[in-house]
């Protein structure tokens, strides 16, 4: 049984700040800073596509409680929500992390080199799959 079953199952302590029957959040054991939650779908599913929708919507409904949460205590600036899923789940369990951002905190995005494509055809590609 995954860590984040555990958790959900209680066998494993965790900081929780927010569950219900679809959804649990606690506090990330390695922060990027204080705040970060991690929100987790009850379903052990490693990809955002295996999750029903009414457990999207929760987790969506978590991460707004939380970034609202999360400016009344911190006065944050923002706030940065990520997630991966399939091969690059690390815990093979779907899940969200959510936390404060400031202008002066350094986190960013590093672009691998090169060019990507940015045209009208990978748009119709993609809408063809929507």
Known sequence: MCVFCQIINKQVPAHIVYEDDKVISFLDIEPIREGHVLIVPKLH????????????????RVAKKVVVAHREIYGNEGYS?????????DFGHAHF??????DSDGFGFNYPEGESEYSEKVAAKIIEKL
């Open 45 to 60: 599913v490693d990809s955002l596509d295996k999750l029903p929708d009414d457990m999207i919507a929760g987790v969506m």
């Open 81 to 89: 929500m990520m997630q991966n899923g399939g091969k690059y789940c």
């Open 97 to 102: 992390h959510v936390f404060p951002r400031y």
